[in-house]
């Protein structure tokens, strides 16, 4: 079940009436409810998979209780190591199992060995695993750091904490201090609040089907046949993957957020704009949020942070960046972009700019950005766009190759669309959404947030009459992050 799906509406339809209306007086009612909702929504997929979800629920659910009861710091420690060991290898078995074989195997080979992948197994990844797992296991660590005054006692709470539907497939990934807090405390109906998730879920779904949908079918064209396409044609590839990705990414963060609003839950932001930061250190601060900052609050921090010595603070960079690479997928391709980040934000780091734009957006008190921040966007941008070459090629080998195709046959040719489509109005569309973005830069929570009753009026029609122009039942209308 997909969140731009009939289905999909019709079943939040049917949640929300119950959860305001048969359960609204009661809280556990309403959390056993979310509970319900939450399985059956990732069952829809495959059944199978709901096992593991709970028992990673119960491993950490107990492992809490263990962390929280002994105050002796090797004992809490084994504990956490509990968490740890469990999540990670179970992420560890399901994603990259014969990523490792595959990688042994050509090691071997390289020096002279053959061997065959024998051990090589049909492993189906269980959708969301990278998402949930992270969420259980910041809940241990949160009770070991003593972020957290004391575990839940409430299993059925704990449990909806980690299945919570909207954000249980792909995030935001969220913190047992803001979510769970909220599930183990009883809600209130707001119409403000319920209006305000209905415009973020219209946003959501018109940045996943006009953006993202809609540049899909020419994204996938131009990096299947990179070898036949001069670099005008690759370098508009890689750009328009930049668009899909976050139209894709930060449309499923919207329609979460919003649809966790409708049941008097707010989940934290996961992206703010990231198309606009002046450097690579602000693009993190913006892209995929949660993630960046389970990175900076788990690993980055304990292996000293920014606290320790310069050097050691780069080696510490490095290794939040490749394992943040790795994260995405079992492919060295995804390693590769997260050593070009590491990178990219190293020199930033170094000279003491990786803080700098931190509480601004570009254009701050101006209705024009300066031609320093334009230059500063644009070359951030292009830094993080020549990075997804890396993220959306098959193999390492497609990747070096998609390269030398952009600096070995620098031609200019005009692109057509593969299904006969005008290439014109892809691009007025773009630049048009690029402007609209600007203008609401300062608050990633308020797409519609216009004075002006006609203004907003006028918006919502375009964005629905576009919907309804760019939806195309023949594309595959799944999000790239359900394969993390």
């Known amino acids: 079940m997909v969140f731009n799906s009939l289905e999909f509406f019709l079943f939040l339809s049917i949640v929300f009436t119950l959860y305001w209306s048969v359960f609204k007086k009661n809280l556990k009612a309403q959390n056993l409810l979310l509970l319900f909702a939450s399985y059956l929504f990732y069952g829809w997929w495959d059944w199978r998979f709901l096992s593991l979800i709970l028992l990673s629920t119960t491993v950490d659910y107990f492992v809490g209780l263990k962390i929280f009861a002994n105050e002796k710091k090797s004992t809490r420690k084994m504990w956490l190591w509990v968490s740890v060991l469990f999540n990670v290898g179970l992420l560890g078995f399901f ?25 090589t197994l049909r492993v189906i990844l269980p959708v969301g695993i990278s998402f949930y797992t992270f969420q259980t296991m910041s809940y241990s660590f949160d009770l070991y750091y003593k ?160 606290r320790v010595s310069k050097l050691k603070s780069v080696r510490n960079i490095i290794i939040i960046f490749l394992v943040s690479g790795f994260w995405h997928g079992a492919n060295w391709t995804f390693v590769f972009w997260g050593a070009f980040h590491a990178l990219a934000f190293i020199p930033v780091f170094l000279m003491g700019r990786n803080t700098i734009y931190k509480n601004s957006v ?60 005008r290439m014109i109005d892809y691009y007025i569309l ?13 608050d990633e929570r308020s797409p519609f947030k216009f004075k002006s009753k006609m203004v907003r009026f006028i918006i919502y029609t375009l964005v629905i009459l576009l919907m309804l122009l760019f939806y195309d039942d023949n594309v595959d209308r799944s999000f790239i992050y359900f394969q993390f």
Request: aromatic share 20%; net charge neutral.
């Open 95 to 119: 994603k990259y199992f014969n990523f490792f074989v595959d990688s042994w195997v050509d090691m071997f080979s390289m020096l002279g060995y053959e061997m065959k992948s024998t051990w």
């Open 362 to 421: 570009v254009g701050e008190n101006t209705i024009f950005p300066s031609l320093k921040e334009i230059g500063q966007v644009v070359l951030t941008f292009g830094i993080v766009t020549f990075s997804r070459i890396f993220f959306r090629s098959e193999s390492i080998t497609d990747a070096f190759a998609f390269i030398r195709g952009i600096t070995n046959n620098f031609t200019y040719e005009v692109y057509h669309h593969p299904m006969g489509y």
């Open 147 to 306: 972020k957290l005054e004391q575990p839940t006692k409430d299993f059925l709470s704990f449990a909806a904490f980690v299945s919570f539907f909207p954000q249980l497939v792909a995030g935001p990934i969220e913190r047992a201090s803001n979510l769970l807090s909220q599930i183990t405390n009883k809600r209130e109906f707001s119409y403000n609040q319920s209006v305000s998730g209905l415009k973020l879920i219209l946003w959501g779904l018109f940045k996943k089907v006009v953006i993202a949908d809609s540049l899909g079918p020419i994204v996938d064209d131009i990096f299947a046949n990179y070898s036949t396409y001069p670099a005008s044609t690759l370098i508009l590839g890689v750009t328009l993957f930049s668009f899909q990705v976050y139209g894709d990414f930060s449309g499923y963060s919207d329609i979460a957020i919003g649809t966790a609003k409708l049941f008097g839950i707010e989940l934290m932001s996961n992206f703010k704009f990231p198309n606009f930061s002046r450097n690579v250190a602000e693009y993190w601060q913006r892209w995929h949020v949660s993630l960046s900052t389970w990175f900076r609050h788990y690993v980055y921090i304990p292996l000293g942070g920014s």
């Open 430 to 442: 773009l630049a048009l959404f690029v402007l609209y973005e600007y203008i609401i830069r300062k």
